[in-house]
């Protein structure tokens, strides 16, 4: 493998111990969006719960991933693509958050994700509540409403809570069809489950025609056949892909805030993911990590090693935008699932 830039691969655990050196997202170098220095897509963590309307924590969510990310190697072995010798990947460190006012930090999120991406840097985000992914779609969806394939256990399409709170992690989605910034056609909501306090959310969906696959009809119909479908919708036109840790059943990922019983499993979690190749994924994040509900650090491992999985399928669709080949490792038989 012939990597773009040699000062854009992880320090490799065979050179450095995993348990040494500074803990920066999958051991790659540090950038910024004043000095990006070529980077093409950037890791940035989000270390913001102020959205949580029930159990806080998930400020802490970055740097647990960063801390996991150090087992993090060169190539996905399943599907052979080698990301960091594709594209130029940095870490971003931590976009600046005020925990005393909501707005204030929707504002700053905002204005540092356009930053990179006026330095030609794709975001890759590290929540934090998913209401960060509200400013994060503000800032790449300037010019035209995205496409959105959305992994989660909650609709987050809420109207509101107690009585006067718009903006909170269960009402970014909601926001973001209502400001333009996402094609109601062109969303999927995958995995939804639990209890409910009422159907609102759902009558919202129906009104704005967003397909959303309850995870009983996922069970129903199979892994293969729901994401065919998910490709369907979304086309070939840019998407946005968000993944709320809680779309995985909690005796895999139990550090979040609002676990759902009856979920995926981390296998699926991946597979669904991969089976994304193909969408012009422009942007992405994964939100919803609580290292406090799990001292054990099972769930920021599930955690990174699925912002690998995205990580693979945003550099893919890079590259297919850049004229470029994907790297692949040639070193490792080719799948025999498919993929």
């Not at 976009?95 to 700053?108: C, E, G, K, P």
């Not at 204005?111 to 509200?134: K, Y």
């Not at 676990?259 to 193909?278: H, N, T």
């Not at 920021?300 to 690998?308: D, K, R």
Request: aromatic share 6%; charged share 20%.
């Amino acid at each position: 493998m012939t990597p773009i830039d040699p000062d854009y691969l992880p320090i490799s655990g065979l050179d450095v111990p995993r348990f040494a050196g500074l803990a920066t997202a999958m051991r790659l170098p540090v950038r910024s969006a004043a000095e990006p220095q070529g980077a093409e897509i950037g890791i940035l963590g989000v270390p913001y719960d102020g959205g949580t309307t029930n159990r806080p924590g998930t400020r802490h969510g970055p740097r647990g991933r960063r801390e996991a990310s150090s087992m993090i190697r060169m190539v996905n072995q399943a599907t052979r693509v080698a990301p960091f010798h594709t594209a130029r990947v940095a870490d971003f460190g931590d976009a600046a958050v005020d925990l005393t006012d909501v707005m204030t930090t929707l504002t700053l999120i905002e204005d540092q994700v356009t930053a990179m991406m006026s330095a030609g840097v794709t975001p890759l985000v590290m929540g934090g509540d998913h209401l960060i992914s509200l400013p994060v779609l503000r800032a790449v969806a300037k010019d035209e409403p995205l496409g959105f394939v959305h992994f989660d256990a909650h609709t987050d399409l809420s109207s509101g809570y107690f009585g006067k709170s718009q903006y909170n992690h269960g009402t970014p989605f909601r926001r973001a069809v209502e400001e333009g910034l996402l094609d109601p056609a062109r969303m999927i909501q995958i995995g939804i489950r639990g209890t409910s306090y009422g159907g609102a959310d759902r009558a919202f969906a129906v009104e704005q025609g967003i397909r959303i696959v309850t995870i009983e009809e996922f069970r129903a119909r199979g892994l293969a056949d729901v994401m065919a479908e998910a490709r369907q919708i979304l086309g070939s036109k840019p998407t946005y892909l968000t993944f709320d840790i809680d779309a995985l059943d909690p005796s895999v990922a139990p550090g979040t805030g609002t676990p759902e019983i009856g979920g995926f499993s981390s296998f699926e979690g991946q597979m669904m993911v991969r089976a994304l190749d193909g969408v012009d994924i422009v942007a992405a994040d994964l939100v919803e990590v609580s290292p406090p509900f799990d001292p054990a650090g099972i769930t920021s491992w599930t955690g990174i090693s699925m912002l690998f999985e995205i990580l693979c399928v945003t550099v893919t669709a890079l590259a297919r935008r850049k004229g470029r080949d994907v790297v692949i490792c040639e070193d490792i038989p080719a799948p025999t699932w498919g993929g």
